[in-house]
């Protein structure tokens, strides 16, 4: 386990159990650009904010493998992410 230090990305809270579930599909391109993503130190999954033209998605990477959700507008992406972080989605 590497030290505290290096989280300088932010942790998911706990999903809550009434917590929206979020559809995962197999990734389909690879050459998305990252835009934000949680901490990669930590075990468990890791999750990045994606764009690919104009068409933004999550993007979770766990033992399972990696996958992705469907592609939105920039505002709905990024609420679903904030939501993500915040246990309200999962
Ligand atoms: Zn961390």
Redesign the pocket.
Known sequence: MVA?V??V?P?LLSARDDAEEIAWFAVTVDSARVIEHS????PGPGYELCVLGARWFIRRTSRKGTHETMRWRERTTRRLWAELFAGVAR
């Open positions: 505290a290096n989280c990305s942790h901490c990669s130190f930590c």
